[in-house]
């Protein structure tokens, strides 16, 4: 994200000097409009950079908030890859256990073979020395038979018995290829959760870099707001020093007999010198009192007198002064609209303007402000509804 080329500050700064010299060398009637373009420029200027700053902590949370999803998934991958291990464990033990069932088979077998084969010796044996004397011992045919039988069947039981023991002796060896096929499956799928995890990790990592980089984009232009709120606040400062220069001086004794300055007595909201918060800036010592009422609503002047000054500025908005060339003046700050011009001599009671809500304002109202030589007084001690 770039930053804008600080030449965009020159105009804000030659316009302030401008008026800062014109102050300087005495000219105290210098155009409103030069006070107007150095807030709209300073304003415009800290409503960008604001915006920037905005975004680039926008930014930032994104990628803060894509890490933290990103660290929620890797913390079910590990999760998973824990229950992975787990399974695969167990079936390491389960096809240890086959392995041994199937062993202990073998052995069965071995042994029955070994029994099989004695046997198998020993009817070898009758019948090559002993099968004659057997047969000739023999008291009958049916003994005989029997006889015969008997070694038959002793034969056929061997061989049913091996083969079921090798029957059961596959069955074992097909369980534990399935073992060993479910192992693998496992082993599989940790190695694809793991390459996962560590996908997870690059992405954390890069939103890690992400991250620091707002922080730095974001630490800079909190800077670049600060010097732009100070033109900002440098042309508030100037244009309060030209209404303070647009206001007579004298006793000030004149300021009594005043109207209230609307046609309906509104809502005090903010009594002078109260805190406030305005679009959540808090802020201490309210120059004047603030009376809500409908947009639209005509505003009185309080007083007869001049208008000395009609203007647009970044915390008043639409604003007019009345002065009454003893050193008293009122301001009149929100207006929507402004229905006088500067020069004009008004009664008390003449319309100078309408509520409205330009300016810092967080809704409609008018700001009304007594000044005796410049100073600010408390509108409550010469107007009352």
């Given at each position: 994200?770039?930053?804008?080329?600080?030449?965009w500050?020159?105009?804000?700064?030659?316009?302030v000097?401008?008026?800062?010299?014109?102050?300087?060398?005495?000219?105290?009637?210098?155009?409103?409009?030069?006070?107007?373009?150095?807030?709209?420029?300073?304003?415009?200027?800290?409503?960008?950079?604001?915006?920037?700053?905005?975004?680039?902590?926008?930014?930032?949370?994104?990628?803060?908030?894509?890490?933290?999803?990103?660290?929620?998934?890797?913390?079910?991958?590990?999760?998973?890859?824990?229950?992975?291990?787990?399974?695969?464990?167990?079936?390491?033990?389960?096809?240890?256990?086959?392995?041994?069932?199937?062993?202990?088979?073998?052995?069965?077998?071995?042994?029955?073979?070994?029994?099989?084969?004695?046997r198998?010796?020993?009817?070898?044996?009758?019948h090559?020395?002993?099968?004659?004397?057997?047969?000739?011992s023999?008291?009958?045919?049916?003994?005989?038979?029997?006889?015969?039988?008997?070694?038959?069947?002793?034969s056929?039981?061997?061989t049913?018995?091996?083969?079921?023991m090798?029957?059961?002796?596959?069955?074992?060896?097909?369980?534990?290829e399935?073992?060993?096929?479910?192992?693998?499956?496992?082993?599989?799928?940790?190695?694809?959760?793991?390459?996962?995890?560590?996908?997870?990790?690059?992405?954390?990592?890069?939103?890690?870099?992400?991250?620091?980089?707002?922080?730095?984009?974001?630490?800079?232009?909190?800077?670049?707001?600060?010097?732009?709120?100070?033109?900002?606040?440098?042309?508030?400062?100037?244009?309060e020093?030209?209404?303070?220069?647009?206001?007579?001086?004298?006793?000030?004794q004149?300021?009594?007999?005043?109207?209230?300055?609307?046609?309906v007595?509104?809502?005090?909201?903010?009594?002078?010198?109260?805190?406030?918060?305005?679009?959540?800036?808090?802020?201490?010592?309210?120059?004047?009192?603030?009376?809500?009422?409908?947009?639209?609503?005509?505003?009185?002047?309080?007083?007869?007198?001049?208008?000395?000054?009609?203007?647009?500025?970044?915390?008043?908005?639409n604003?007019?002064?009345?002065?009454?060339?003893?050193?008293?003046?009122?301001?009149?700050?929100?207006?929507?609209?402004?229905?006088?011009?500067?020069?004009?001599?008004?009664?008390?009671?003449?319309?100078?303007?309408?509520?409205?809500?330009?300016?810092?304002?967080?809704?409609?109202?008018?700001?009304?402000?007594?000044?005796?030589?410049?100073?600010?007084?408390?509108?409550?001690?010469?107007?009352?509804?």
């Open positions: 994200m770039k930053h804008k080329p600080k030449g500050r020159r105009p804000v700064s030659l316009a000097a401008a008026v800062c010299l014109a102050l300087s060398c005495g000219q105290t009637t210098v155009a409103a409009t030069d006070y107007k373009q150095a807030w709209q420029q300073a304003e415009q200027k800290l409503k960008e950079e604001k915006a920037l700053y905005q975004e680039i902590k926008n930014q930032q949370a994104k990628a803060e908030e894509k890490k933290k999803s990103l660290e929620n998934m890797q913390a079910i991958i590990q999760g998973q890859i824990s229950d992975a291990i787990d399974q695969i464990n167990q079936k390491t033990s389960e096809i240890a256990i086959q392995q041994q069932a199937i062993a202990d088979q073998q052995g069965l077998i071995d042994e029955r073979w070994q029994g099989f084969c004695e198998i010796q020993a009817m070898q044996m009758m090559d020395s002993g099968m004659v004397a057997m047969i000739a023999a008291d009958s045919l049916y003994e005989l038979l029997t006889y015969s039988e008997t070694l038959q069947s002793i056929q039981q061997d049913d018995v091996l083969q079921s090798n029957e059961e002796k596959q069955r074992l060896e097909e369980q534990k399935e073992l060993e096929q479910d192992k693998a499956d496992l082993e599989q799928a940790y190695s694809d959760l793991e390459a996962k995890k560590n996908e997870y990790a690059q992405s954390i990592q890069q939103q890690n870099e992400t991250i620091s980089e707002q922080q730095a984009l974001a630490t800079a232009q909190a800077k670049v707001v600060a010097e732009q709120q100070k033109a900002a606040e440098e042309a508030e400062k100037q244009y020093q030209w209404v303070q220069s647009q206001s007579s001086q004298g006793s000030g004149s300021a009594e007999g005043f109207c209230w300055p609307l046609p007595a509104g809502q005090v909201t903010t009594e002078f010198g109260a805190t406030q918060n305005v679009n959540g800036v808090i802020m201490t010592g309210h120059k004047g009192m603030d009376i809500a009422a409908a947009g639209g609503t005509p505003i009185y002047a309080a007083h007869d007198g001049r208008i000395s000054s009609t203007t647009g500025h970044w915390t008043y908005g604003v007019v002064m009345v002065d009454n060339g003893d050193g008293v003046t009122t301001l009149y700050a929100h207006m929507s609209s402004i229905a006088a011009t500067v020069g004009q001599q008004v009664k008390k009671g003449d319309v100078i303007g309408y509520v409205g809500s330009t300016g810092r304002s967080t809704g409609n109202h008018l700001h009304f402000e007594v000044r005796i030589n410049g100073v600010r007084q408390n509108p409550r001690n010469y107007i009352s509804f």
